[in-house]
């Protein structure tokens, strides 16, 4: 088992930039990991994700070229860089870690088998 403990949430302006860190208690090369994003009243939803060894990133359509995952497994943490943030990206930061034989990038949150408890960040314009 893994826990997660998220951090680097806050206020931002628009055009800004924030990095958000994922600590893993164990060791993270063995999970696939990935980050979503959460509003009150919706869904959790897929931002990207990175297979066990990074080789592999994905990315919801509206973060391309914006938002950067990455992960240092010697350090057990993952990142997520976002820069030229939008309002429409205020909302609860999650990472998640994924089990299993196949390294890809899962897109469902019900794919994830452990969770962090999450971190706001607020992009006022």
């Known amino acids: 088992q893994v826990q997660l403990v998220e951090s680097g949430g806050g206020l931002v302006q628009v055009g800004g930039s924030l990095r958000l860190s994922c600590a893993a208690s164990g060791r993270a090369s063995d999970y696939a990991m990935g980050w979503f994003r959460q509003v009150p009243g919706k869904e959790r939803d897929f931002v990207g994700g990175i297979s066990r060894a990074g080789t592999v990133r994905q990315y919801v359509d509206s973060v391309k070229g914006r938002f950067t995952i990455s992960r240092d497994n010697a350090m057990n943490t993952v990142y997520l860089q976002m820069n030229s943030l939008k309002p429409e990206d205020t909302a609860v930061y999650y990472c998640?870690?994924?089990?299993?034989?196949?390294?890809?990038?899962?897109?469902?949150?019900?794919?994830?088998?452990?969770w962090g408890q999450g971190t706001q960040v607020t992009v006022s314009s």
């Open positions: 998640a870690a994924r089990t299993g034989s196949d390294d890809g990038v899962r897109r469902y949150s019900y794919a994830y088998d452990y």
